[in-house]
């Protein structure tokens, strides 16, 4: 199993974390993603950018130290108020009782020490560990696979459909990977599989304002979900960069 999710449920919001433990690279850029819920119930998705350093050693442990400056997170420091600092984190080969140390420019929340409940969550999005952090924050080095679960979580369903089985979504890029676009939930969105393969063939497109705009000869049941269908506003507010661009 390469592709995990971390979760981690904070007293204001929950911490979703891709990567893809087989495909690590020793030094790099990854992402991380916070929902936090308002009190009316409504949801905000903060992206984050994480510059990591990371081995694997013989006995198959993953080590990450992760750290967070302000100039690669400017997008969200004009949004809320940011904590900066690294996390070390230590992954065990069987994701069993993994643990971080956050040492940060404030003081945040789990600098006591307090062990905090996470999950891992495997590939098929079946299998969950509960999982004790000394002291946590977000990272992600999402692929592919790890981009579509985390979408799953985040999402949960066609983003013109609303169709929910998990089995039948994919993770559409707003910017092709063959136009250099990124595994990155600000890049993506939930469509179903037949949805997927007509968007990128040029079949429709994604306005501005979230609705979409047909581009080809589709058939009356395609055409009905295009003209009613608009973006739910948190989607269309993560995106809307990689629409303009």
């Known amino acids: 199993m390469a592709a995990i999710v971390l979760e981690i ?31 009316d119930g409504s949801k905000d998705q903060f992206i984050y950018q994480a510059r990591y350093q990371y081995e694997r050693d013989a006995n198959g442990l993953h080590r990450l130290a992760l750290t967070y400056v302000p100039e690669d997170n400017t997008e969200v420091m ?17 994701l069993i009782n993994p643990a971080a140390i956050w040492a940060s420019d404030k003081n945040p929340l789990g600098a006591s020490g307090n062990a905090i409940s996470c999950k891992v969550i495997d590939a098929d ?3 969950e560990r509960t999982l004790e952090w000394n002291a946590a924050f ?17 999402d949960q369903r066609c983003a013109i459909t609303g169709e929910s089985t998990a089995a039948a979504l ?10 250099k676009g990124v595994d990155s939930v600000a890049n993506a969105i939930l469509l179903r599989a037949d949805l997927h393969r007509l968007y990128d063939s040029g079949g429709f497109s994604i306005n501005d304002d979230g609705s979409f705009r047909v581009l080809a000869d589709v058939s009356d049941e395609y055409r009905r979900y295009l003209d009613e269908a608009r973006l739910d506003e948190r989607i269309l507010a993560r995106i809307r960069t990689r629409l303009a661009s």
Do not use: C, N
């Open 9 to 39: 449920k904070w007293m204001y919001s929950v911490e979703y974390i891709p990567i893809d433990l087989e495909g690590e690279t020793t030094s790099g850029m990854i992402e991380t993603v916070e929902v936090v819920t308002a009190s």
């Open 125 to 127: 999005l079946r299998v």
């Open 170 to 179: 994919d993770a559409a890029h707003i910017k092709s990977v063959a136009d």
């Open 138 to 154: 977000s990272i992600s080095r999402p692929r592919q696979q790890a981009l579509r679960k985390l979408l799953l979580l985040l």
């Open 78 to 94: 004009q949004l809320q108020d940011v904590d900066f600092g690294t996390s070390r984190i230590t992954i065990p080969a069987d």
